[in-house]
Each structure stands twice: as C-alpha cells, then as structure tokens.
C-alpha cells in the first residue's frame, strides 16, 4: 500500500499538490481560450484539453524524474551484510521493507492513482496518451551549441541542395493533413500575437542552423522508432496475430504510434527549447515559432512521411517549469 511507503507517498501527495496548483495557474488562459473558440474548434485543437498545456506537462515531467530519481537510488542501494549468526538476522526484523520488493511505476502513481483518490485530477490527466517524457538529448542543444557547429554543417545549410531525407514506410491511422492543421493552430493558441509562419529563407542564421540540425537529429530519432515499431508488430505476429491485428494490439500499447518513442519527443522538446532560446537572444521582428522550425518548415513532398509521423501527435509534448524555462 502506498502509505506504507512513506518516500513513495511523498512523493504522490507533493505531486497532487503540484497538479492543483498547475490546472489553477493555466486556468485563466484555459478560459479565454474557451470564450475565444468554438467548442468543437477547441476539441479540435486541444483534443486532450488543458493536460496537455506545456506547464501541466511541465509539472508532469518533474515529478516523473523525481520517481525515476528515488527508483535509481532504491536499485543503486547497497545491500546490508548480515552474519548466518547474529540473532537480527532472524524474525520479522530481517524481512525486506515492501518497497524492495514491490518496485512502483510512474506512470501508474502519477496518472492511474489519481482515480482512486483524486478523480477530479483523474478526469483531465485520462486525456494525456501522449508521454512527454522523452529521451533528452546529449548534449542537449543550446545556443553555445550552436556556436561550436562545424563549417561544414554551415556549408550545408547555405548549400541549395541538401542531402535527400530518408522515406519511412509505416502504414498510419490518423489523417495528416487534420493532424498538421491541429499542431500548428495549438501552437499559435500558446503564443497568441506572435507571427506563426516565418519562412525558412527568411530566418536568422541561428534558427536556419537550428533547424539544419534538428533535420539530422529528427531523422536519426523518426529512423530508432521505425525500427522499434516494426519489431513491435513483428513480435506481436510471432505470437500468431494477424498483420491487422498486430496493428492494432500495437496501437493499444500506444496510442499515438511510432512517434511514441522517446528518441522523437526528445527531440521535438530539445529543439522547441532550443528556437525560444533563440528567440529570446533575437530583435522580436526576428521570432519564429517553434511549431514552424519543426514542422512547417519539413511542409514539402521530400518529407511527407516525416510529417505523416509527427502528425500523429494530439498535442506538442514540450513542458515548461514554473519559472518559464523549456525543458529540454
């Protein structure tokens, strides 16, 4: 039981504690938004609602670090030596604390408990089938990064032909086009006034350097999880599924598909951080919305199946701490 465990139970108490005080922090925007638009625009929009704001995902991603912290620190733990003779060894003293042999998972602390004990909380995290919990990049990109490019990725990115991305053969089950209108219509929502479609020719050097790396970054990530989701599938028809039914056994497991890899919302979160770094170092007139270095700007027949992957998303999966900064 969870108050048996009292870091355990910390940790979920401090981590509804956080939620509240999140969902009542983004309620004012959350509301405009609703006075703002349709009901069926915002279901468009934000099919997840207002879970799926960067500081709820923000608050989402702290806590699961935390409980990825305490589970490394309970692996690492050194196992007390004790002597065959000495009289502790024996009786119930001796027996293990449930926490070492009852292992929690985040996931399940942090959204599937909250049915039980908090059920308000619960109906809006339910929504959240997207983790924005990725596999942070290193070293994660940054302005300083970007200074130490190579000459020749510079080269490349001034170079009018660049090299021919790679085509990935999924077969997908969401509309494209929906999805790409739906991701770049919330991102607008997020930064309302701002220009939205700055062209890529048009960039600063910094976010054309940005984006010339992301496009290598993406494709190495887009290239790990169309690997993993085949060896999914294929697992699943070893054990005598139909291709159909492995499909869809796959898309129970996750929701979103192959984009679901940590690898992709890793970079999707590193590289969002990375353009508002560099937005906030530039002349306004200069901004370019992350939405669009990441995905309007791949908005071209040479990367239609990138975009058929990453169209996948119901919401952007980028956090944002309390004090404003991305997470990367």
Request: charged fraction near 25%.
């Amino acid at each position: 039981m969870l108050e048996d465990d009292e870091e355990v139970a910390a940790l979920y108490h401090a981590w509804c504690d956080d939620l509240r005080a999140t969902f009542d922090e983004v309620e004012p925007w959350w509301q405009e938004l609703r006075a703002r638009e349709s009901a069926s625009a915002l279901r468009e929009r934000w099919p997840a609602g207002v879970a799926s704001h960067p500081r709820v995902l923000g608050a989402y991603v702290e806590h699961h670090r935390r409980c990825e912290r305490l589970l490394a620190k309970r692996r690492g733990a050194p196992v007390v030596a004790v002597s065959f003779t000495d009289d502790d060894a024996w009786g119930v003293a001796a027996e293990p604390e449930p926490r070492t042999l009852l292992p929690f998972v985040p996931q399940q602390l942090l959204i599937d408990r909250l049915q039980v004990e908090e059920p308000a909380l619960f109906q809006k995290m339910i929504h959240l089938l997207l983790s924005p919990v990725g596999r942070g990049l290193d070293p994660a990109p940054s302005l300083e990064g970007l200074g130490m490019a190579t000459r020749s990725a510079a080269a490349g990115i001034m170079g009018a032909a660049p090299p021919k991305p790679r085509s990935f053969e999924l077969e997908l089950r969401h509309g494209v086009d929906r999805g790409v209108a739906r991701l770049l219509a919330a991102a607008a929502d997020l930064a309302p006034g701002a220009p939205q479609s700055t062209v890529r020719s048009s960039s600063s050097e910094a976010h054309a350097m940005a984006h010339f790396l992301y496009h290598r970054a993406l494709e190495e990530a887009l290239s790990e999880a169309e690997l993993w989701w085949t060896r999914l599938l294929f697992a699943a028809e070893d054990r005598g599924l139909s291709p159909e039914e492995a499909r869809e056994h796959g898309y129970r497991l996750h929701f979103c598909g192959p984009v679901s890899h940590p690898a992709v919302i890793g970079v999707i979160a590193g590289y969002w951080a990375l353009c508002e770094e560099i937005n906030g170092a530039l002349a306004p007139e200069q901004y370019v919305a992350p939405a669009q270095l990441l995905l309007g700007w791949l908005l071209d027949e040479r990367h239609e199946s990138w975009v058929a992957m990453l169209s996948a998303m119901p919401y952007w999966p980028v956090a944002r701490d309390r004090e404003g900064r991305w997470i990367a």
